[in-house]
């Protein structure tokens, strides 16, 4: 462009690869969707499944976390600095023109996706609570059909970048696992394992923890000489494949995995009834102790999630009876756990806004 006799540089002057892996890429999810009336070339940019992929691994290691509360009659969505929240801050979202906030439970999140159930019907679905897109997955065979207290299920993503769910669901003793394909929207039934006593009633188990390419399920057997045990769902191979448990003296543990720093952690909480909790780190095929508190947790793991906060590197403590926690290993004594959240019968989840809608 000519100024004047003179040659200046304007945004149509950058390359388009430039454009979208210097410019475009380090804007919020807010603001990409903004981006799209800019221009045709910029609505090209930004609707590629590359970018939204490039952009989303982008927010996923970002300060950009968000708290979504499900309650009976709204649902919301908080800053996880909730100190610094207020009622200005919260942002009051439809779940679609079908679902009704008071009829669906939360159960995962990934890449700014997460997965609901309906109370009711127990049918599945995926949501993306900034672009509000929503998409039914369950099947006419009773495929997708979650049961509380008798499922486990876990959105992750596959080699080639498909998002996939994993659903382990037990009917008359017996679990059976099953692999929803997003760009197929098919379900498949996969191997599982084999050995009787991970199939009973008398055993909890984790929802899945997705790392480095493996689906992680901690499970509590409650049974005499039984105790817990750790397996990995290996997603490029379809197989379960037995890990190691922390070493500890209590056979009364409960183990919570959790994400921090791009290294699998695991809350183990023992002693009950005024349990206590270590904090231990995966180093390779090995756990380290890296800290220990006493008499923290009022209540068994298996009814809370924990999600690591990138911005405050606290962690969020979420039970299922709408109570939200904070843990800041970094104090001491009672005061390094403290409440920050109180709901009446709320479904909450920790989420990363992106522009992902797992192909739907």
């Known amino acids: 462009m000519n100024v004047n006799g003179r040659r200046t540089t304007s ?5 388009a690869d430039i454009l979208s892996t210097e410019i475009l890429i380090m804007l919020p999810a807010k603001c990409i969707g903004r981006c799209k ?3 045709k070339q910029w609505l090209s940019l930004v609707a590629a499944q590359n970018f939204r992929l490039m952009h989303c691994r982008r927010m996923s290691t970002s300060y950009n976390q968000m708290f979504l509360s499900i309650g009976i009659y ?3 969505v908080f800053p996880v600095t909730f100190e610094q929240s207020d009622s200005f801050s919260k942002t009051q979202i439809p779940l679609s023109s079908t679902v009704s906030s008071s009829g669906v439970r939360v159960l995962t999140s990934f890449d700014g996706l997460v ?4 109370r009711g019907t127990h049918k599945l679905i995926l949501w993306n609570p900034l672009t509000r897109v929503t998409k039914f997955i369950s099947s006419t065979q009773s495929r997708g059909r979650f049961k509380q207290k008798s499922d486990v299920v876990r959105l992750y993503a596959s080699p080639s970048n ?4 994993l659903h382990a669901k037990r009917r008359n003793g017996m679990m059976t696992l099953y692999k929803y394909s997003s760009r197929l929207d098919s379900w498949r039934k996969m191997g599982f394992i084999d050995e009787r006593k991970y199939h009973n009633y008398k055993m909890s ?11 992680y399920f901690t499970i509590k057997v409650h049974a005499i000489g039984e105790g817990n045990y750790l397996y990995g769902f290996h997603v490029d191979s379809d197989q379960f494949k037995s890990k190691p448990f922390p070493t500890t003296s209590h056979d009364d543990g409960e183990g919570s995995l959790v994400l921090v720093r791009k290294a699998l952690h695991m809350f183990v909480a023992h002693d009950f009834p005024f349990w206590s909790l270590d904090l ?3 180093d390779g095929d090995n756990w380290t102790k890296i800290w220990v508190r006493q008499s923290i947790v009022p209540q068994s793991l298996f009814s809370h999630t924990i999600t690591y906060i990138v911005s405050t590197d606290r962690f969020l403590v979420v039970s299922k009876s709408g109570c939200v926690n904070e843990l800041d290993i970094t104090k001491n004594g009672e005061e390094c756990y403290y409440p920050v959240f109180l709901g009446s019968r709320l479904q909450g989840a920790v989420y990363t806004e992106t522009l992902m809608s797992g192909d739907f």
């Open 11 to 15: 945004i149509d002057d950058v390359p």
């Open 37 to 39: 009336i800019v221009s």
């Open 162 to 165: 498909e998002y996939m769910l």
């Open 205 to 215: 188990w984790s929802n899945g923890t997705f790392f480095q390419g493996v689906v």
């Open 74 to 76: 709204e649902s919301s």
């Open 280 to 282: 231990w780190r995966m």
């Open 115 to 118: 997965c609901l159930s309906f």
